[in-house]
């Protein structure tokens, strides 16, 4: 019945591995985001993608890439692992860009 | 360019209290969300609003357009209500600018 889950909850890898985070939602949205949020607790978008179409594209490295399979997953791959990536990722998705979200519970990212 | 401004970064109160939270922008919206940041790091949307004034429970949010304008104000706070509170603004062309978001801390 989770309306945005995330896979896996955690994640401890080395520096320069490539690692996948997986979402689902069962809410029937076009919508649908990801998010990092530092050690600071600042949360800044990455992407979003409306009918897996990509909308929003911040500056994130080009290691992190967003692959959108069907409206109802957004995945994240990300190739070349950095300390720097170490943070909390959140996918969330909305109805329409702009509307309510709906986050997932955050996937614990640790690069050692 | 657009921000948006969050007000206090930090904010402590007593069981009780009227709480309010500011956010202001500059660039005209289409939409203004409050999102709760749980201790344990969970993000629950509380409202999304155009215009006017909202009310769930205890929590009231409220948006002043010509103003740039928005308050989070929680009525006879409880220590549960203690969390990140974060406003979103966003824009009529799907972009999403975040505030910092404020701490808040309710003590019994």
């Known amino acids: 019945d989770t309306a945005v889950s995330q896979t896996p909850k955690y994640l401890v890898t080395q520096m320069g591995n490539d690692k996948s985070i997986k979402c689902e939602q069962n809410l029937g949205h076009d919508t649908m985001y990801w998010y990092k949020q530092d050690s600071k607790k600042f949360l800044k978008i990455m992407f979003s993608y409306n009918n897996k179409e990509l909308i929003i594209n911040e500056t994130v490295p080009n290691r992190f890439s967003p692959k959108s399979p069907d409206k109802a997953h957004l995945n994240l791959h990300i190739n070349s692992l950095e300390l720097g990536d170490s943070a909390v990722y959140f996918c969330?998705?909305?109805?329409?860009?702009?509307?309510?979200?709906?986050f997932g519970p955050g996937t614990r990212l640790t690069v050692l | 360019k657009n921000e948006v401004e969050q007000s206090p970064q930090n904010l402590t109160a007593q069981e009780g209290e009227f709480i309010t939270i500011n956010c202001s922008y500059s660039?005209?919206?289409?939409?203004l969300h409050w999102l709760q940041q749980h201790p344990g790091g969970g993000i629950v949307s509380l409202f999304m609003?155009?215009?006017g004034k909202k009310k769930h429970g205890r929590l009231i949010a409220t948006i002043n357009i010509q103003e740039k304008h928005s308050s989070l104000h929680i009525t006879a706070s409880h220590p549960r209500d203690s969390a990140v509170y974060i406003c979103v603004y966003g824009g009529s062309q799907g972009n999403l600018i975040f505030g910092k978001g404020t701490k808040l801390s309710v003590k019994p």
């Open positions: 609003l155009s215009s």
């Open positions: 969330a998705s909305s109805q329409m860009p702009v509307n309510e979200q709906f």
């Open positions: 660039v005209g919206i289409s939409a």
